[in-house]
């Protein structure tokens, strides 16, 4: 099972849908995913968005074992996140994109998880923004490769397994217009997508009493 975290942000729970949506739809293995909401964890600090520091926490919620990704919200999978994690060497604890503003090499991790032991809870709270961002409780920081997170906006087009719409995902008039759009736009459209319900449910036994009250409506 692959863990994969995802930060949560209730100003645009959108974001997270279509970012959960997309791992799922494009994995080979079986995925676990799970939303870091700050009011479900053990912190309470906080920054620009309510997982700022909460990410940390992802080899802890592991219980220190296994292998584990964390992934910003305002993002979109487009390849086998299984093919990232599997790639990625475990005797690192974390890996991270490095051709990127060391300000966002947190966006996207991989972690490993047993080798991550300084980040619990009372740590997180705690440990400078430059100790955690800079990575002073890693042995090594290791590298992601860069088709796993591409910054809409400042890089040039270019097809990728992940993109990263930092200065805002597509839901709004303002970050429309770019090549990228039609990968999270793709996306959206799925998670809101439905056959008829005919053919979904017609041929189950709550098919009669649906029709039942349907016929009554018209009575």
Not at 130 to 153: C, I, Q
Request: glycine share 6%; charged share 20%.
């Amino acid at each position: 099972m692959l863990n994969v975290f995802i930060g949560y942000d209730p100003r645009q729970p959108v974001a997270y849908n279509v970012l959960q949506h997309s791992i799922v739809r494009h994995a080979s293995e079986p995925v676990a995913i799970t939303p870091l909401i700050l009011k479900q964890l053990p912190i309470e600090r906080r920054g620009l968005t309510e997982f700022t520091f909460s990410r940390f926490l992802v080899p802890y919620l592991c219980g220190f074992k296994g292998m584990a990704v964390f992934l910003d919200a305002d993002m979109v999978v487009t390849g086998d996140i299984a093919e990232l994690v599997n790639g990625t060497s475990a005797g690192n604890a974390v890996s991270v994109m490095k051709d990127q503003p060391e300000f966002e090499w947190a966006s996207a991790m991989v972690f490993s998880c047993g080798l991550c032991g300084k980040l619990k809870p009372e740590y997180v709270e705690t440990a400078s923004n430059e100790d955690l961002f800079r990575f002073k409780w890693a042995n090594a920081v290791g590298e992601m490769p860069p088709e796993w997170n591409h910054f809409v906006g400042f890089q040039e087009p270019k097809d990728a397994k992940l993109y990263h719409y930092s200065q805002g995902i597509p839901a709004w008039f303002e970050t429309r217009g770019l090549a990228e759009d039609s990968a999270w736009d793709t996306e959206r459209n799925l998670i809101t997508k439905t056959v008829s319900w005919k053919d979904l449910m017609g041929n189950s036994v709550h098919a009669p009493a649906v029709l039942k009250r349907m016929i009554g409506r018209y009575q």
